[in-house]
């Protein structure tokens, strides 16, 4: 019971600070779960500039948010999946598609990295 209502909440921060942000940002509507007022990298800006990816980005936002409240660890395996996103598609907009894709059914599955998960980019 405990462990769900640590979920909840850190959904309903994420939730949150995702709407604050649509409505303070107009870059933002498109629910990435970064400002897009503040995108830098390659990567960031391609995200922000594709509705299908920025939505795609707030779903793994919230996907991370619930795991993360019932897994710590779940943040420095993030950590590595983002900067090899970062690194291996960079503004590629299919490859950030497919890695997204995968890493959200990886979140949500509650499962540790397996063979369905790519191993290289490309």
């Given at each position: 019971m405990r462990?769900?209502?640590a979920a909840i909440v850190a959904l309903l921060v994420v939730v949150g600070?995702?709407?604050?942000?649509?409505?303070?940002?107009?870059?933002?509507a498109h629910a990435a779960s970064f400002?897009?007022?503040q995108a830098a990298t390659p990567t960031e800006l391609a995200i922000c500039g594709d509705p299908a990816l920025s939505q795609l980005d707030g779903a793994i936002g919230i996907a991370y948010a619930q795991?993360?409240?019932?897994?710590?660890a779940i943040r420095q395996i993030q950590r590595g999946w983002l900067k090899t996103r970062n690194l291996g598609c960079g503004k590629d907009r299919e490859c950030?598609?497919?890695m997204m894709t995968y890493e959200l059914g990886w979140l949500r599955s509650g499962g540790?990295?397996?063979?369905?998960?790519?191993?290289r980019i490309g």
């Open positions: 462990t769900l209502a600070a995702l709407a604050a942000a649509d409505v303070a940002d107009p870059q933002s400002s897009c007022a795991r993360l409240a019932l897994d710590p950030l598609r497919q540790r990295p397996s063979a369905a998960l790519p191993k």
